[in-house]
């Protein structure tokens, strides 16, 4: 927000930037000492305090201006406050009302559903939902509703309804600790070698932290806290080694992801200390030895869409949030890093940031700064050595990773709500000096980036509140497509033109967005996440980045998501009680051109990496992508596995079912978890390497046969490890 109210006290804190025109291409400046850091940030804090105290006079106000709040609906339980008929078509009873919490504030992209016909709908960012149902749901007059939100308690009424009649409800739901009783950590999949990957990142060449990699002859998998090998050299396939992913003595943390350079596994996780690597050597017979353990000062880095670390060369990429403590001395709260051995202590830290590596925001933050923090670690030496660079900031944190550079947008609103001035800052991956540009709105997640061609392209919304945990599902409105130069970041003093703002066409108001760039246009569409499986029919808009010509295809499903395809695109998600796979043919004129309906299930898998497209041909390859039964939420991957994972043949742009590899529901091992003990990255991936297909689902590894363009299962082996004496939940 831009602290018009508090330019005379700017002023006179030396704090204003100067008037003149961005200068394109200019860097943002760095503080010239810790001297010259501390001083901002006690003028800082005096900035943000005269703001704050601003803004409650301001909410007091408002406050005391409102009408008196009707009782508050206890929480657990619901209040039917309206009762009429509407002249609904086609015999529709009509629900509108509102989810709320035990505080009574709005409790948005929560799922209220017929649950035993799974019609349904998504509250936005009011709270409020509307919902449609038809006359066969009604059950004879009585109508089972059920309001369900991440984090909270399900709630259900039974309502008296008919056709042609509407009704008000509110729900109140409780806050409420997931009842995580099982599995993983972790997402994505890369391999040792480039012909070798078994995922699809973002950018070739830019590996993401994921949950299995293929390093020689063996899988590694990352699970639970623990990391495992397969070999699968020859015509092998058994589990060789178990190791605990974290320092001895440790495992009071989420061991998240995994990155493979050369013969060295590093795990990045989470704890109270920070970011935590640990770094383990992998022998060509798959054996496993933990060799350091590196604690770095961060904040909490999850996003329920992206991924933390990348891997470019031998070079780890880490972004973290680190929120500034402006009343604690520097190096109490700066990024720094420690190398872990039995009797380690706090005094050991090193700064991994100096101040000259400090760049100063071209706003000063009046609502809570923070540090964007890159640190990129150099792997081939040892011990490893890791720098970081930071902007010094509002809060905010969607970040992508181009071959050339991390972008980090910040500012705005870092909640629900809606987000006005931000800052988009380009941190080179050569160490360069970062550069800014002044923008609007915000994107969704790192699929909303795209630079080509040396332009950089964002998908903004008006009402985005970025992809920090869970922020991301939820619809999203006044669409613009963003395109700018490379070249012209500068110092970030003036807002990019109006011109670069392109607007999109709308979508419908079905559920969370899910955008994607392929090859030269951009798709996007509303429906699954998270939440309950989508339960209508929507459409997809596909955009020609170079001149914005759109094309509107309408889906007999919602999207839950959009994936690369070869030269094509592919759209999964849910309807009702079946799952779709659709087939969008890309060029002059985009069209739907193949469809596949599996019957009675719903997407096993939200993360991105459970998705596996392998090309053998401009228009052939195969895929593969995990599914659960038929209506179950996103979230369900948290607690539970997927049911099998669906293999098709691409050819021709026509699909054609080669079969499926299922789990073995009644293989489930209590291993007495004691560390990442929730699934926040899934748990299931397809895999295709050196000419076989494998599905990854909990601690089972199945291998398929190819028989006449048939999928049969060859054989499964399960690495479940042995029930540890002493468990913990985390």
Not at 553 to 562: D, E, F, M, V, Y
Not at 582 to 599: A, D, E, M, Y
Request: hydrophobic share 40%.
């Amino acid at each position: 927000m831009k602290p018009l109210r508090f330019a005379p006290l700017l002023a006179a804190l030396c704090l204003t930037l100067p008037a003149a025109a961005q200068d394109r291409g200019a860097t943002l400046t760095p503080f010239r000492s810790e001297t010259d850091l501390t001083a901002y940030l006690r003028r800082m804090q005096i900035v943000a305090d005269s703001a704050s105290k601003a803004r409650a006079a301001a909410h007091a106000a408002w406050l005391a201006a409102q009408p008196p709040a009707p009782p508050p609906v206890p929480c657990g339980e619901t209040r039917q406050v309206g009762r009429g008929t509407v002249a609904a078509p086609n015999g529709l009873a009509v629900i509108t009302g509102s989810v709320r919490d035990q505080s009574g504030n709005a409790v948005a992209g929560a799922r209220v559903t017929v649950p035993a016909r799974l019609w349904g709908a998504t509250t936005g960012t009011d709270g409020e939902f509307r919902l449609q149902v038809p006359d066969t749901a009604l059950g004879g007059g009585r109508l089972a509703l059920r309001a369900a939100a991440i984090g909270h308690s399900v709630t259900t009424t039974l309502l008296e309804m008919n056709a042609g009649d509407s009704a008000r409800v509110s729900f109140s739901v409780c806050e409420q600790g997931l009842a995580l009783e099982s599995v993983v950590v972790t997402g994505a999949v890369a391999g040792a070698a480039k012909e070798e990957g078994i995922t699809n990142t973002q950018h070739a060449g830019v590996d993401e932290g994921g949950i299995v990699k293929v390093h020689g002859n063996h899988l590694v998998v990352l699970r639970r806290g623990r990391l495992f090998t397969l070999a699968i050299g020859g015509d092998s396939l058994r589990p060789v080694d178990a190791v605990d992913a974290y320092r001895p003595g440790g495992g009071d943390g989420w061991y998240d992801e995994m990155l493979i350079s050369g013969d060295q596994i590093v795990v990045i996780g989470y704890t109270d200390e920070g970011t935590e690597l640990g770094v383990f050597r992998i022998g060509a017979d798959g054996r496993i030895r933990h060799r350091d353990t590196y604690s770095l000062r961060s904040g909490d880095y999850y996003s329920s869409e992206n991924y933390a670390s990348r891997l470019i060369g031998t070079r780890l990429v880490v972004y973290s949030p680190v929120y500034v403590n402006a009343g604690e001395p520097l190096g109490d709260w700066m990024p720094a890093m420690r190398r872990w051995h039995a009797d380690v202590t706090d005094d050991e830290y090193r700064r991994t940031l100096s101040a000259t590596r400090i760049y100063r925001a071209p706003r000063v933050p009046d609502d809570g700064a923070m540090l964007h923090t890159v640190t990129t670690c150099e792997l081939g030496v040892q011990p490893v050595e890791c720098r970081s660079t930071a902007v010094l900031g509002s809060a905010g944190r969607v970040f992508y990773v181009s071959p050339t550079a991390v972008y980090v947008w910040a500012g705005g609103s870092h909640s629900w709500g809606p987000v006005a001035e931000s800052a988009l800052y380009r941190l080179p991956l050569d160490g360069s000096a970062p550069r800014a540009l002044a923008v609007r709105g915000s994107p969704l997640d790192q699929f909303s980036f795209l630079e080509q061609d040396g332009m950089l392209n964002v998908v903004v919304s008006s009402d985005g509140s970025g992809d920090g945990m869970w922020r991301s599902q939820r619809g999203a409105s006044a669409l613009r497509l963003l395109r700018v130069p490379v070249s012209s970041f500068g110092t970030g003093a003036r807002q990019v033109a109006a011109s670069r703002y392109r607007p999109l066409p709308p979508v419908e108001d079905n559920g969370p967005l899910q955008n994607r760039f392929v090859g030269s246009h951009l798709l996007y569409g509303t429906g699954g996440g998270w939440g309950a499986a989508g339960s209508a029919a929507g459409s997809v808009q596909v955009v020609r980045i170079a001149d914005g010509q759109s094309t509107r295809l309408t889906l007999p499903h919602a999207i839950g998501r959009i994936e690369v395809m070869g030269r094509d695109a592919v759209i999964a998600g849910a309807s009702e009680e079946d799952l779709y796979l659709t087939g969008i043919r890309l060029g002059i004129r985009p069209s739907v051109v193949q469809r596949f309906v599996r019957r009675n299930a719903s997407e096993g898998e939200t993360r991105s990496h459970g998705f596996f497209y392998r090309a053998d041909g401009d228009d052939s390859g195969m895929l593969g992508l995990p599914f659960r039964g038929e209506g179950e939420s996103g979230y369900s991957q948290l607690t539970e596995g997927s049911a099998g994972v669906l293999f098709l043949r691409n050819a021709d742009r026509q699909f054609r079912a080669l079969g499926e590899l299922v789990a073995d529901q009644k293989s489930a091992v209590d291993d007495g978890c004691v560390a990442s003990c929730v699934d926040w990255y899934g748990n299931a991936r397809p895999i295709f390497l050196r000419g076989r297909v494998f599905a990854l689902m909990g601690y089972e590894i199945v291998e398929g046969a190819l028989d006449d363009g048939r999928l049969r299962e060859r054989r499964r082996v399960s690495f479940a490890p042995p029930r540890r004496a002493t468990a913990a939940s985390n």
